[in-house]
């Protein structure tokens, strides 16, 4: 059984027992968190696709931690201008394990 949904503008996968990391949530460590917006369930070689979500069904999962990515670095530059600009960026995370998902 997996769940695709849609939180912080990405799409995710999601297995009962997994642990995935999702844009940052205001949440806390070990919270209940929801998500509604469903795009499409599997269970048992049958497959719900929602237009654009399945009414009624949930992804429902536990805050592990907060965190943030590794680095990367952004360089800008123009090449015979004398222009270059470094900047470094960590996104931030919740990583949230998944504890059930409802269909309705």
Do not use: C
């Not at 654009?52 to 965190?67: K, L, N, S």
Request: glycine fraction near 12%.
């Amino acid at each position: 059984m997996y769940a695709i949904f849609r939180t912080g503008g990405k799409q995710f996968r999601a297995e009962p027992g997994a642990t995935i990391r999702i844009p940052a949530l205001h949440a806390e460590v070990g919270g209940t968190v929801t998500f509604d917006e469903v795009l499409l369930a599997a269970t048992d070689g049958s497959v719900r696709v929602g237009t654009p979500t399945i009414p009624g069904a949930q992804v429902v999962g536990r805050v592990v931690e907060h965190g943030k990515e590794r680095k990367i670095v952004v360089f800008k530059w123009k090449r015979r201008k004398n222009y270059r600009r470094k900047q470094g960026h960590r996104q931030k995370y919740t990583a949230v394990r998944i504890d059930e998902i409802r269909l309705g």
